[in-house]
Each structure stands twice: as structure tokens, then as C-alpha cells.
């Protein structure tokens, strides 16, 4: 298990998938974090928030690493299946369990990695954009969680995508899907049926990363909910990769 294990880790570093997503995903949050400390600035003066508050929503901008460590957990799958290299990899591994694992594994260990770069940049952010308009951070408590949510959810959206992957096989789909469910389809089912929305994937990991609205769930149970989602995904799509062609 250890050689699958070691092969798929280098695999994860072949492309340009490995260092060009997570890119993508701090320059947006760059943007987003640049945005709120421009807006705190007029709202600072006018005494609508606190620096507290713009604290916590500087660092709570960088959970938009999750979406992209979900995509790259699901590229780490379906580009085999693209490539048909997925045929090899399967004799290589012995077996399909062992293959499907040591995605699984690989993936996970990525999301870690995105993780901290989020954890990092985002606990970095306050003091780098504030300064720029006069103010100093003011980290509390709460914004210690939040940072937390942030690292928590992003290592989590990794095997959500492989697993996905899993079930999806082909490339543009399992992007598409990541991409539709996260940016739509969630939060306009929380608009919409709130007590049935707020137990969709992205919702209940927006409740770890404390995205402060009313109708999310409490932590625990967002985390639950999460190891619900991951646990379905895990058994359709171990299910379909054992007993269907590969092709």
C-alpha cells in the first residue's frame, strides 16, 4: 500500500493542477480581502462596524480555498479516467480498494497543504491590508475560530472532490458539478428552503468557517452533516469504481 500510496503522491505533482488552483484561489481571496479593508475604511468612519468585526471578515475571506481544493481532488481522479491512464494505475495497484485508498489519502494530504497556505495568508492578511488605511488589527477569540473553520473546511473539501471525482469520472463534469453546487445551487436552496438548505455541503462547512447567518447549523452538527456527505460520496463511489468498467 505504501508504493500505491508514494505513486499517487508524485502523480499529484505532475501538471499544472498542483500549484495553478491554489493560485487562483489566493488571488481571489487577495481581492476579497483588499475589498473589505477598503469598505471598513467608510464604514470604520462612520461607526457601522468595529475593527474586530473587519478582522474577522478579512480572515473568513480565505475559505474560498476550500472550492479549490475540492477542484483539485477531483482532477487528481478524473484526469486517469481522461487519459485512460486509470487502466494502469488500477494493475499497478493491485487492486481497485487500494487505488481508490491511496487517492483518498493523497488527496487529503493535498488538502492539508492548502490548508495551511489558506491559515497562513488568511492570519497574515489583516496586518498586511489594514495598515494601508490606518488601522491595526484587533484578532480576538473569535477570530481565532474562524481561522480555524477556514484551515478545517479546506482540508475537508479535498476528498469531497476526490470522492466526487470518484463518482463522476469524467473531468468537466465533476468540475462543473463543484463549481454549480458550491456557487449556486447551495446557497440558493438556503434562500429559498432554509431548514432543508442549510444541510447542503457548502452551507454546512460556511457554519464551520462561522459565517455568522442566522440560519446555519451549530458547528457539531455542520459536522456532522459534513461526514454525512463525504460518507455517501465515499460508498456511491467506491461502489461504482468496483463494480463498473472502466472505461
Same mark, same amino acid.
Given at each position: ?37 477598503? !469598505?471598513?475604511?467608510? !464604514?470604520?468612519?462612520?461607526? !457601522? ?23 483539485? *481532488? ?45 491559515? *497562513? ?21 473569535? #477570530? ?26 469524467? !473531468?468537466?463534469?465533476? +468540475? ?16 429559498? +428552503?432554509?431548514?432543508? *438548505?442549510?444541510? #447542503? ?10 459565517? /455568522? ?7 457539531? +452538527? ?5 461526514? /454525512?456527505?463525504?460518507?455517501?460520496? *465515499? ?6 469504481? #468496483? ?5
Amino acid at each position: 500500500m505504501r508504493n500505491v500510496i508514494a505513486a499517487e503522491w508524485r502523480k499529484a505533482w505532475t501538471g499544472s493542477a498542483w500549484w495553478l488552483l491554489p493560485l487562483c484561489g489566493v488571488f481571489l481571496s487577495v481581492l476579497a480581502s483588499s475589498g473589505y479593508a477598503a !469598505q471598513a475604511e467608510e !464604514q470604520l468612519a462612520a461607526r !457601522q462596524t468595529d475593527l474586530v468585526a473587519v478582522t474577522d471578515e478579512m480572515v473568513r475571506s480565505w475559505f474560498m480555498l476550500l472550492l479549490f481544493s475540492a477542484l483539485f *481532488g477531483a482532477v487528481l481522479v478524473t484526469r486517469e479516467f481522461g487519459s485512460g491512464a486509470i487502466h494502469r494505475s488500477v494493475l499497478l495497484g493491485g487492486t481497485r480498494d487500494r487505488l481508490f485508498a491511496a487517492k483518498l489519502i493523497v488527496g487529503t494530504a493535498m488538502g492539508v497543504l492548502y490548508a495551511a497556505l489558506a491559515a *497562513g495568508l488568511a492570519a497574515a492578511g489583516p496586518y498586511v491590508f489594514l495598515p494601508g488605511i490606518g488601522e491595526a488589527p484587533e484578532w480576538s477569540g473569535d #477570530t481565532t475560530l474562524t481561522l480555524l473553520g477556514v484551515f478545517t473546511v479546506t482540508v475537508l473539501g479535498a476528498p469531497w472532490g476526490v470522492l466526487l471525482g470518484w463518482v463522476l469520472r469524467h !473531468q468537466v463534469a465533476a +468540475v462543473g458539478t463543484l463549481l454549480v453546487l458550491t456557487l449556486l445551487v447551495d446557497e440558493s436552496l438556503l434562500r429559498l +428552503v432554509p431548514d432543508a *438548505g442549510r444541510f #447542503t455541503m457548502t452551507i454546512a462547512m460556511s457554519s464551520v468557517y462561522r459565517d /455568522g447567518k442566522s440560519e446555519l447549523l451549530s458547528v457539531p +452538527v455542520a459536522l456532522l452533516v459534513i461526514g /454525512g456527505w463525504l460518507a455517501l460520496a *465515499g460508498f456511491v463511489g467506491r461502489r461504482l469504481f #468496483t463494480r463498473r468498467d472502466l472505461n
